[in-house]
C-alpha cells in the first residue's frame, strides 16, 4: 500500500510494546518477575527496531518502484490504442540531465537549434496531471493534492538537495486539459478550492476534462550546478474528500488518478512558444498514474533503473551518456526527508506590533517570533488567527492586514512550524490584541 505511513501496521515491533503494556499491568505481587520481563522485552525491542526501520525502508523504495512502472487504471477519454506513453506508464526523458542534447530526437524539433546542444538547463517545475479512470462514477468529490517535494541528488557530494518551490508544497495554477484524439486541448482553469488547512483540491468539470497543474519555476542554479545533478526526486500527496460536505459520501465510487512529473526548462524565465513549433516543455519524466484514495497517499517520480521506463531517443544517451541511476543505489540513499520523524521545535517569543492605518496603508497586526529549528529543514510557519489558519510564512515575520475600519473584534494568533515531511511543531506562546 502506497501511502504516507511506510511502516507495516502491524509489525513485530508495535505487538512487542502491547506485550510490554500488559505486563505492566500485573499485580505488585509479581513485581520481581515482571520488572525482569520488561527488561528482557525492551532489550528485544532495541534488537527489532532496526529490523523495523529496514522494512519501512523497503516499504518505500517497492512503492517508489511501482510508481514507475504501469498506470493502476486507465485513464477516462485516452483512446487504447493511443501512442503517447506518458499516458499509460511511467517514462523518463531528460532524467537526471537537464540539458538540451537530452531533449527527444528527432521528435521534439524547436527551429531554435541552441536548445539542442549541450548547454545546461537550469530550471526545473513541478506538475501533475488528475485524471477520472474508467468506470469513475463519483460526483461529490473533490482532490487535495499538496505536499510538493522536489530534491535532486548532488553528484559531487552525493547529498540531496531539496528545491524550494515557493508555495509551502501547494499548487500555484491548474487547467482543464482534454488528452483524446492524440491532443491536449485547453479549457481554462480548473476548479480550485482552498481548504481549512490552507491545501488546494480540485473537482473535474462536466466534461470530465483532466486536470494539469503545478507549481511555480524553480531556479536549479540557486542550489546546485545543473550539470551537477545525480538524480531526480518529485513528491506529490493526494487525499479524496468532498465537495459538498451535506451531500452524499459518494467517494467509495471514484477511481480517480494523478501522476507526479517535472519538466526542464532553459531559464525561468523561459516560456512555451520558445520552443516553438514544439508545444510543450521536454519533461524530466512523469510516474505512472496511481490512484487517489480517501486517505493521503503519495505519489512518487524518480529517476531510477530499474523499472527500466521508456526512455526517447537523444543525443546524449546515444553519445553513452546517462539519465538515470541505478535503483539499488538510489535505495541506499534516499532523500532523508522520507525518513524523518523529527518535529521542528517551537516558535518562540510570539509578539505583535498594531499598526493604525493610514492614507496609503490598511490597519494591520504585524507578528514576530524567534525561528524554529529542524533536524533537516523548517520549511515554513503556519499562521493562526483565533484559531483559524490564515496564512503561511517562509520567514518569521507576518502581517496580517485589515482593509475595513475596527470592530472591537479581539484577534488572537499563535504559530506552528512545519518541516518538508509535513511535521508540526508544538505551538508557539499567543498574543492577543483588538480592533
Same mark, same amino acid.
Given at each position: 500500500?502506497?501511502t504516507?505511513?511506510?511502516?507495516?501496521?502491524?509489525s513485530?515491533?508495535?505487538?512487542?510494546?502491547?506485550?510490554?503494556?500488559?505486563?505492566?499491568?500485573?499485580?505488585?505481587?509479581?513485581?520481581?518477575?515482571?520488572?525482569?520481563?520488561?527488561?528482557?522485552?525492551?532489550? &528485544?525491542?532495541?534488537?527489532?527496531?532496526?529490523?523495523v526501520?529496514?522494512?519501512?525502508?523497503a516499504?518505500?523504495?517497492?512503492?517508489?518502484?511501482?510508481?514507475?512502472?504501469?498506470?493502476?487504471?486507465?485513464?477516462?477519454?485516452?483512446?487504447?490504442?493511443?501512442?503517447?506513453?506518458?499516458?499509460?506508464?511511467?517514462?523518463?526523458t531528460?532524467?537526471?540531465?537537464?540539458?538540451?542534447?537530452?531533449?527527444?530526437?528527432?521528435?521534439?524539433? #524547436?527551429?531554435?537549434?541552441?536548445?539542442?546542444?549541450?548547454?545546461?538547463?537550469?530550471?526545473?517545475?513541478?506538475?501533475?496531471?488528475?485524471?477520472?479512470?474508467?468506470?469513475?462514477?463519483?460526483?461529490n468529490?473533490?482532490?487535495?493534492?499538496?505536499?510538493?517535494?522536489?530534491?535532486?541528488l548532488?553528484?559531487?557530494?552525493?547529498?540531496?538537495?531539496?528545491?524550494?518551490?515557493?508555495?509551502?508544497?501547494?499548487?500555484?495554477?491548474?487547467?482543464?486539459?482534454?488528452?483524446?484524439?492524440?491532443g491536449?486541448?485547453?479549457?481554462?482553469?480548473?476548479?480550485?478550492?482552498?481548504?481549512?488547512?490552507?491545501?488546494?483540491?480540485?473537482?473535474?468539470?462536466?466534461?470530465?476534462?483532466?486536470?494539469?497543474?503545478?507549481?511555480?519555476?524553480?531556479?536549479?542554479?540557486?542550489?546546485?550546478?545543473?550539470?551537477?545533478?545525480?538524480?531526480?526526486?518529485v513528491?506529490?500527496?493526494?487525499q479524496?474528500? &468532498?465537495?459538498?460536505t451535506?451531500?452524499?459520501?459518494?467517494?467509495?465510487?471514484?477511481?480517480?488518478?494523478?501522476?507526479?512529473?517535472?519538466?526542464?526548462?532553459?531559464?525561468?524565465?523561459?516560456?512555451?512558444?520558445?520552443?516553438?513549433?514544439?508545444g510543450y516543455?521536454?519533461?524530466?519524466?512523469?510516474?505512472?498514474?496511481?490512484?487517489?484514495?480517501?486517505?493521503?497517499?503519495?505519489?512518487?517520480?524518480?529517476?531510477?533503473?530499474?523499472?527500466g521506463?521508456p526512455? #526517447?531517443?537523444?543525443?546524449?544517451?546515444?553519445?553513452?551518456?546517462?539519465?538515470?541511476?541505478?535503483?539499488?543505489?538510489?535505495e541506499?540513499?534516499?532523500?532523508?526527508?522520507?525518513?524523518?520523524?523529527?518535529?521542528?521545535?517551537? #516558535?518562540?517569543?510570539?509578539?505583535?506590533?498594531?499598526?493604525?492605518?493610514?492614507?496609503?496603508?490598511?490597519?494591520?497586526?504585524?507578528?514576530?517570533?524567534?525561528?524554529?529549528?529542524?533536524?533537516?529543514?523548517?520549511?515554513?510557519?503556519?499562521?493562526y488567527?483565533?484559531?483559524?489558519l490564515?496564512?503561511?510564512?517562509?520567514?518569521?515575520?507576518?502581517?496580517?492586514?485589515?482593509?475595513?475600519?475596527?470592530?472591537?473584534?479581539?484577534?488572537?494568533?499563535?504559530?506552528?512550524?512545519?518541516?518538508?515531511?509535513?511535521?508540526?511543531?508544538?505551538?508557539?506562546?499567543?498574543?492577543?490584541?483588538?480592533?
Amino acid at each position: 500500500m502506497n501511502t504516507d505511513q511506510h511502516s507495516i501496521q502491524t509489525s513485530v515491533f508495535q505487538r512487542l510494546i502491547i506485550k510490554v503494556l500488559r505486563i505492566k499491568q500485573v499485580s505488585t505481587n509479581n513485581t520481581s518477575r515482571s520488572s525482569s520481563a520488561i527488561v528482557s522485552l525492551f532489550m &528485544l525491542l532495541s534488537l527489532v527496531s532496526p529490523l523495523v526501520s529496514l522494512d519501512a525502508s523497503a516499504g518505500l523504495i517497492d512503492s517508489i518502484k511501482a510508481d514507475m512502472q504501469l498506470n493502476e487504471a486507465p485513464l477516462l477519454n485516452v483512446l487504447v490504442d493511443d501512442t503517447r506513453p506518458w499516458l499509460k506508464q511511467a517514462m523518463i526523458t531528460m532524467g537526471n540531465a537537464p540539458r538540451g542534447d537530452a531533449t527527444p530526437s528527432p521528435k521534439w524539433d #524547436p527551429y531554435n537549434k541552441t536548445l539542442k546542444t549541450s548547454t545546461p538547463w537550469n530550471a526545473i517545475t513541478p506538475w501533475f496531471v488528475l485524471s477520472p479512470a474508467v468506470g469513475n462514477a463519483a460526483t461529490n468529490v473533490r482532490v487535495k493534492v499538496f505536499g510538493i517535494n522536489v530534491h535532486v541528488l548532488v553528484k559531487s557530494t552525493n547529498t540531496w538537495k531539496r528545491l524550494d518551490t515557493g508555495s509551502f508544497g501547494n499548487t500555484t495554477w491548474a487547467r482543464n486539459k482534454d488528452y483524446s484524439g492524440g491532443g491536449s486541448a485547453d479549457f481554462g482553469n480548473a476548479n480550485s478550492r482552498k481548504e481549512p488547512d490552507g491545501t488546494i483540491s480540485y473537482k473535474f468539470n462536466s466534461a470530465s476534462n483532466a486536470i494539469h497543474g503545478g507549481a511555480r519555476m524553480i531556479d536549479i542554479k540557486k542550489y546546485v550546478d545543473p550539470s551537477n545533478i545525480a538524480a531526480v526526486f518529485v513528491h506529490f500527496k493526494t487525499q479524496l474528500i &468532498l465537495d459538498n460536505t451535506s451531500g452524499v459520501d459518494d467517494r467509495a465510487l471514484a477511481k480517480i488518478l494523478l501522476n507526479a512529473a517535472a519538466d526542464y526548462y532553459p531559464e525561468v524565465t523561459s516560456v512555451i512558444n520558445d520552443f516553438a513549433p514544439m508545444g510543450y516543455a521536454p519533461p524530466s519524466g512523469s510516474s505512472r498514474f496511481g490512484l487517489v484514495k480517501t486517505f493521503i497517499r503519495s505519489h512518487y517520480f524518480a529517476t531510477i533503473d530499474p523499472p527500466g521506463t521508456p526512455k #526517447p531517443i537523444s543525443e546524449y544517451l546515444s553519445k553513452g551518456g546517462e539519465v538515470t541511476i541505478p535503483a539499488t543505489q538510489f535505495e541506499a540513499n534516499m532523500p532523508p526527508y522520507l525518513f524523518d520523524t523529527t518535529a521542528p521545535s517551537a #516558535p518562540t517569543a510570539l509578539s505583535l506590533i498594531f499598526n493604525h492605518a493610514t492614507t496609503t496603508a490598511w490597519a494591520s497586526n504585524d507578528l514576530s517570533w524567534h525561528n524554529s529549528t529542524d533536524n533537516l529543514v523548517v520549511a515554513g510557519y503556519n499562521i493562526y488567527r483565533n484559531g483559524k489558519l490564515i496564512g503561511k510564512s517562509s520567514s518569521n515575520h507576518y502581517k496580517d492586514s485589515f482593509p475595513t475600519a475596527g470592530t472591537g473584534t479581539t484577534y488572537t494568533y499563535k504559530v506552528i512550524a512545519f518541516d518538508s515531511a509535513g511535521k508540526l511543531s508544538a505551538s508557539s506562546n499567543t498574543v492577543t490584541t483588538v480592533y
